[in-house]
């Protein structure tokens, strides 16, 4: 594999940090208009409940931090048959920011300690670069999707203001503390 550039590496992970931020936003976001009702309601079928996902991203997460970056603090697990909102909210955010310090290093500098992600114990491990960040939003993505459609499919529907907030993209990294947005100086 051939090495980044220094600069272009550190742009990778300020931009990473940025990145999963509004991703970790938007998962606070949907707890935060979700009905109450809707956490622990019975999904048809064989499907989580939605405490029961949000529990699910935030213990993964926690998965990804004590196998690639050994030396952070992992976060506490989750129960998924006990955690309320607001203790998924406050975990979500503290595992946010565990990966927010392991993509920093793994992508922001050269004497990084992060040499390989790992995604699991049975999963080959990749090289650090830009497909860990992918890998990491598209697997949160994927359940926000599906909390989505569970609140819906349970009667609990997200106001318009949760589904339009998760796309405002702008406003998310002016909360999450880059004024510039997508693009701007992160």
Not at 4 to 12: A, E, N, S
Request: glycine content about 10%; charged content about 20%; overall charge positive.
């Amino acid at each position: 594999m051939t090495a980044r550039p220094q600069k272009v590496h550190t742009q990778l992970g300020r931009a990473a940090v940025g990145i999963f931020a509004a991703n970790d936003r938007m998962n606070q976001i949907l707890i935060e208009h979700l009905d109450p009702a809707a956490w622990r309601a019975k999904p048809p079928g064989n499907a989580r409940a939605i405490a029961a996902i949000f529990t699910h991203m935030h213990n993964v997460r926690c998965k990804w931090v004590r196998l690639t970056a050994r030396h952070l603090k992992v976060p506490p697990q989750l129960s998924r048959a006990h955690c309320t909102p607001e203790q998924a909210r406050a975990g979500l955010a503290e595992s946010a920011a565990r990966c927010m310090e392991m993509l920093a290093e793994a992508l922001g500098s050269e004497g990084s300690r992060i040499e390989k992600f790992l995604r699991d114990g049975w999963a080959q491990p990749w090289p650090v670069g830009v497909e860990m960040l992918c890998y990491m939003i598209s697997h949160e993505a994927h359940h926000r999707g599906q909390v989505c459609m569970l609140a819906h499919q349970l009667g609990f529907p997200l106001p318009d203001k949760a589904g339009a907030g998760i796309w405002n993209w702008e406003k998310l990294w002016r909360e999450c503390g880059s004024p510039g947005g997508p693009g701007g100086d992160t």
